[in-house]
């Protein structure tokens, strides 16, 4: 039996509508406008299409949206100093600097610079700690992802063998640490397999949930997984004969018993979860408790 499909599309615009009808509320009730900013330097052609995206998906939500685009040859210092006056602007509450940076500017020094309340990625120190010990403010964004349209999709994650190969901190490090915590949602065995990993096959055939972030075209193929896996695949990869993710899709799913699509898999849920990070911020950032 083929897979079940799992819509990335369909997840992300149910969770929009959510998000729509609690930015409603939040006007109305509090006078609160969510804000969100994105921070552009340099002409990076695919970097120009994700703020455009994110741009365009807030102002649809009815977010209040800003955006700087900063020439190439901006320098560190007035990339910090923008960053500072954002911190301290009220109408503010999500900041988001596009990566990658020119190399001449050091996006560690960037990225720490954003106040942690305002971090709606979820990459400073301390909302990665305060992901590490189960008390998030606010959860990375593609990992947060993951972890919705496993839980949409009625898929049980308590108690299964979750195998995540990849381990970057946008994606591989938060997903296997998220599904550990003692949550709901969550309660999984976690393995993190990586390019040292010995025999990735053996651990990739143990998994009930399988998630691939591993940058490489097709990596996982159907001899890999077992009869019934669940399988969230988290690679973009342009091939001469279009877009494809890290696993083999058409041969997998005829094992899997359920499986994304690339693309309109994990992409569509990455932008959203964005927005519900910016929705909390802004609920923080005014005391609003529900």
Excluded: W
Excluded at 17 to 27: R, S, T
Excluded at 76 to 99: A, R
Excluded at 244 to 255: L, S, W, Y
């Amino acid at each position: 039996m083929a897979a079940k499909i799992i819509s990335g599309k369909a997840v992300a615009q149910e969770i929009r509508e959510e998000i729509k009808k609690e930015v409603e509320k939040l006007k109305e009730k509090y006078n609160v406008t969510p804000g969100l900013v994105t921070v552009l330097v340099g002409e990076d052609p695919a970097s120009q299409v994700y703020v455009g995206q994110k741009e365009k998906t807030s102002k649809n939500l009815g977010f209040y949206s800003e955006r700087h685009d900063l020439p190439a040859t901006t320098s560190e210092e007035e990339l910090l100093s923008l960053i500072g006056k954002l911190n301290k602007d009220p109408k503010i509450h999500g900041i988001l600097v596009q990566l990658p940076l020119p190399k001449h500017i050091n996006e560690t020094n960037v990225l720490y610079a954003i106040d942690p309340k305002k971090d709606v990625d979820g990459f400073h120190p301390v909302n990665v700690g305060k992901l590490m010990i189960g008390e998030p403010d606010y959860l990375p964004c593609t990992p947060a992802g993951i972890q919705e349209l496993l839980i949409r999709s009625g898929t049980q994650i308590e108690g299964a063998e979750v195998v995540v190969v990849g381990r970057s901190n946008i994606v591989g490090k938060p997903i296997a640490n998220m599904l550990l915590q003692k949550a709901p949602g969550a309660n999984a065995t976690v393995t993190v397999c990586h390019t040292r990993t010995r025999d990735i096959k053996f651990h990739t055939k143990r998994a009930d949930i399988l998630i691939v972030a591993a940058g490489r075209p097709k990596a996982v193929t159907a001899d890999m997984v077992k009869e019934g896996v669940v399988v969230i695949d988290v690679g973009v990869n342009r091939l001469e004969t279009g877009l494809c993710g890290d696993v083999d899709f058409e041969a997998v799913k005829e094992k899997a018993a359920a499986i994304t699509p690339v693309p309109g898999g994990v992409g569509p849920m990455t932008i959203t979860m964005l927005m519900k990070n910016t929705l909390k911020a802004a609920k923080l950032l005014n005391g609003i408790r529900e």
